[in-house]
């Protein structure tokens, strides 16, 4: 039982770049979410999803884009990289009586 | 909007002492908890979830409570291990709102 797992670990992007972070749970969780985390600011919600077909926004959502097209995967798309979006990025999925399980996080820089 | 506070933000205690991390909440409408450890450059990971209708649980060294009246939770470390360093992090959703609210996180290291 993998539970969730993120792709790349790593990533050094330029600005204005584009890139999909890959995530991918295998517990059929419906509900699926994204966070970033940096110093000082600790873990915010970028996007949440509720099921396949249906995305909302979090906290942080400007420059990012997701969608669910299936159960398994949620994919979280920077359209336009800033270095403001320099951070480290966490994939999650939820179940009321299982709780939070978190990926091993992405880190991404933008130069 | 429901906020999570953790004090101390950091704690070094003597390895084999036991030890108390706190954690308050500003909405007693806090339907589940859990508590997360993380180490440096690595994600979280998951050690307790207190479900609405529970008060505490226990795995192995570690005891978590909730009191939803006083807005407080506590996790409990026994005999207190080096590999225990790292910073911990309590996090609760509301009823109806599956959105996970994140503490502030305590820094704890085990003095061998």
């Known amino acids: 039982n993998a539970g969730v797992t993120q792709t790349p670990k790593f990533q050094v992007l330029k600005t204005g770049q584009s890139m999909t972070l890959q995530c991918a749970q295998d517990?059929?969780?419906?509900?699926m979410s994204w966070y970033r985390q940096d110093p000082g600011m600790g873990l915010r919600l970028i996007h949440y999803s509720v099921g396949a077909g249906i995305t909302d926004q979090g906290e942080v959502p400007n420059g990012y884009n997701v969608s669910r097209s299936t159960t398994e995967d949620f994919p979280l798309r920077l359209l336009s990289a800033a270095p403001s979006q320099t951070s480290v990025y966490f994939c999650?999925?939820?179940?009321?009586?299982?709780?939070?399980?978190f990926g091993s996080g992405t880190r991404l820089t933008v130069v | 909007k429901q906020e999570v506070t953790q004090i101390p933000a950091a704690l070094s205690v003597p390895e084999g002492e036991n030890l108390v991390l706190n954690c308050s909440f500003t909405?007693?409408?806090?339907?589940?908890l859990q508590w997360f450890r993380q180490d440096p450059g690595k994600g979280l990971t998951s050690l307790l979830l207190?479900?609405?209708?529970?008060r505490e649980q226990t795995s192995g060294r570690l005891n978590a409570s909730l009191d939803k009246s006083s807005g407080r939770s506590t996790l409990y470390i026994a005999a207190s291990q080096p590999g225990d360093s790292a910073t911990y992090l309590c996090?609760?959703?509301?009823?109806?709102?599956?959105?996970?609210?994140f503490g502030t996180g305590t820094r704890l290291t085990i003095i061998p």
């Open positions: 909405d007693s409408a806090i339907y589940n």
């Open positions: 517990m059929n969780h419906e509900y």
């Open positions: 999650a999925s939820w179940r009321g009586d299982y709780g939070y399980t």
């Open positions: 996090a609760g959703t509301n009823f109806g709102n599956e959105k996970l609210t």
């Open positions: 207190i479900q609405s209708s529970q």
